[in-house]
Structures are given as structure tokens and as C-alpha cells.
């Protein structure tokens, strides 16, 4: 079992930047690959990024490539979203989530949910 709080996001104006933080208990965090999801309102919820156990491999979708960078501290059992060059069409509740999967990147292959956090990014 892995449980997953989420934090940081808030209000930013285009062009600026945010760091979403996600927090997990237990002592199997290195097991797992974690992944970002986000879900803007009236849409499906979609992939952002994932980042395999050790942290040296990333995938993230094509929207947000150059300019979100997925990262793991896994003496900390954290993961982080750093989200730059944000952009209003990127305002949506970000979630983070954990699979025993390599890197998978559909909704349906994670395990373990974050709470969900709210980021808008105003024009």
C-alpha cells in the first residue's frame, strides 16, 4: 500500500512557473514508478509525465515536453512536477500516481492516487 499527498499548485500567470510536490508513505516508494496526471474540467483525465524507480528515466507527452520536468528523491519518498513557460490551456487539477508498471502512461495501469491539486494558470 502506498499513500500519496500531493501539494503545492495554486494561481500563476502565463509564462510563470509552479512545483508540484507529492509525498508518499511506506517503505516500498522505490518500487514503483509515479506518474502525473491532470484533469481540466469536462475532459478526461490525461497523462503528464511518469518516472521510472530510480529516477533515470522520464516520459513525458507531447503538450508539455521542454517544459515540465518530472523528478524523484526516493530518500525523501518524494516526487515533483516542475511545471515552467506555463500556459492557460494547462490549468486543471494535477494528480500524482503510483504503478508497479514501467513507465505506463494510462490512467487504468496505476495503483495509488494522490488527492488531486488545483492549478489555473490565468491569460
Known amino acids: 500500500q502506498v499513500q500519496l499527498v500531493q501539494s503545492g499548485g495554486g494561481l500563476v500567470q502565463a509564462g510563470g512557473s509552479l512545483r508540484l510536490s507529492c509525498a508518499a508513505s511506506?517503505?516500498?516508494?522505490?518500487?514503483?514508478?509515479m506518474g502525473w496526471f491532470r484533469q481540466a474540467p469536462g475532459k478526461e483525465r490525461e497523462f503528464v509525465a511518469a518516472?521510472?524507480?530510480?529516477?533515470?528515466?522520464?516520459y513525458d507527452t507531447d503538450s508539455v515536453q521542454g517544459r515540465f520536468a518530472i523528478s524523484r528523491d526516493n530518500d525523501k519518498n518524494m516526487v515533483y512536477l516542475q511545471m515552467n513557460s506555463l500556459k492557460p490551456e494547462d490549468t486543471a487539477v494535477y494528480y500524482c500516481?503510483?504503478?508497479?508498471?514501467?513507465?505506463?502512461?494510462?490512467?487504468?495501469?496505476?495503483?495509488?492516487w494522490g488527492q488531486g491539486t488545483q492549478v489555473t494558470v490565468s491569460s
Open positions: 500516481a503510483a504503478s508497479g508498471r514501467y513507465l505506463p502512461r494510462y490512467r487504468d495501469q496505476y495503483n495509488y
Open positions: 511506506g517503505r516500498t516508494f522505490s518500487s514503483y514508478t
Open positions: 518516472i521510472n524507480r530510480s529516477g533515470g528515466s522520464t
